[in-house]
Structure formats: C-alpha cells, structure tokens
C-alpha cells in the first residue's frame, strides 16, 4: 500500500521560511512524479512544484518560483518543499501527491496517490 504522509506546517510570519516533508512508503521514487498542491480556505486545489521520476527536471508555479524548491532524498524515501520569503497568500493546506511515471495523461486513479495534507498558515 502506497501512503504519502506530509508534515513541517506550522504558523509563520511573513518573510520566514518553512520546510514540508512528504514521507513515502509502499512506492520507490523513481517510478512517481511528485507533487506538491495547496488548497486555500475558499479556493480550489492548485499546483504548486513538481519533480519528475528521474530527478532530472523540476516545475513551479509562477507564483512561487525562486522562492520555493522541491528536493528528494532517495534514502529516505521523501520529498521536501523548501519554501523561502513566505507571504500571507501562501496560507493553505498543502498536498503531497504521486503519480506513477507509467500512468500517462490523464492518469488513471490508481496511479494517483494523495497525502492527508499539513497546514502552512502566513502571519503579516
């Protein structure tokens, strides 16, 4: 069984910085695309960062990039979000999400994995 578990929220003040770390089990990182998603209160969920299977590219959204960085430690199983310079809207709930390199697009739902998601909340 596949299980995302993410963790590193927390309360921030505007300017800080957090790290989210995404802790697999039941899957090997190099067959899963991984993602980061965040819902806010009253929006719907939207990308945020994305590193490939073979760790060779990584994708951001425009509102982010050059201030967060998606990483993975193979040997431990785990994805991290490091997010720098945070602002208020960057409160949210925040989503680990895997995607099995062979599923293609769309992706059938069982390549598809979520975690239970980690609150990041941005005080100005």
């Known amino acids: 069984q596949v299980h995302l578990v993410e963790s590193g929220g927390g309360l921030v003040q505007a300017g800080g910085s957090l790290r989210l770390s995404c802790t697999t089990s039941?899957?090997?990182?190099?067959?899963?695309?991984m993602n980061w998603f965040r819902q806010a209160p009253g929006k719907e969920r939207e990308f945020v960062a994305a590193?490939?299977?073979?760790?060779?590219?990584?994708y951001y959204a425009a509102s982010v990039k050059g201030r967060f960085t998606i990483s993975r430690d193979m040997s431990q199983s785990t994805v991290y979000l490091q997010m720098n310079n945070l602002k208020p809207d960057a409160t949210a709930i925040y989503y680990c999400?895997?995607?099995?390199?062979?599923?293609?697009?769309?992706?059938?739902?069982?390549?598809?994995?979520w975690g239970q998601g980690t609150q990041v909340t941005v005080a100005s």
């Open positions: 039941g899957l090997t990182l190099s067959k899963y695309d």
């Open positions: 999400n895997a995607v099995a390199v062979v599923a293609g697009d769309p992706p059938p739902p069982q390549y598809v994995f």
């Open positions: 590193v490939t299977g073979s760790g060779r590219d990584t």
